[in-house]
Nanobody, 123 residues
Framework: EVQLVESGGGSVQPGGSLRLSCLAS????????VTWFRQVPGKERRGVAG????????AVVDPLKGRFAISRDNAKNTVYLQMNSLKPEDSAMYYC????????????????WGQGTQVTVSS
């Protein structure tokens, strides 16, 4: 199976940027689709952006379009989430998930998950 490790989180001031990475190892063929989710304590995990590693087709949820972007580097088995103009409400634990097929924005549909990386946006 595939193992996913997120990195790149941290503390940033409002208006700042971060780039998260999702590194895959193991059976990376299962990493055809990769999606970023985020979750704050007490709330459900929500989809952020997804990408098909095959040709780079991607999508970002509407509220985050224009500020967030997803990309991949297949040679490095890594998917990135670029986050710009960060706001305090972007503070959350960010997770990447992978599957052979696109599973949409429903967390329960995704089998492979990383442990998450914390993003905190505050002044």
């Amino acid at each position: 199976e595939v193992q996913l490790v997120e990195s790149g989180g941290g503390s940033v001031q409002p208006g700042g940027s971060l780039r998260l990475s999702c590194l895959a190892s193991g059976d990376t063929y299962t990493m055809h689709w990769v999606t970023w989710f985020r979750q704050v304590p007490g709330k459900e995990r929500r989809g952020v952006a997804g990408i098909w590693t095959g040709n780079g087709d991607s999508a970002v949820v509407d509220p985050l379009k224009g500020r967030f972007a997803i990309s991949r580097d297949n040679a490095k088995n890594t998917v990135y989430l670029q986050m710009n103009s960060l706001k305090p409400e972007d503070s959350a634990m960010y997770y990447c998930a992978a599957e052979l097929d696109c599973m949409g924005w429903v967390p329960g549909n995704w089998a492979y998950w990383g442990q998450g990386t914390q993003v905190t946006v505050s002044s």
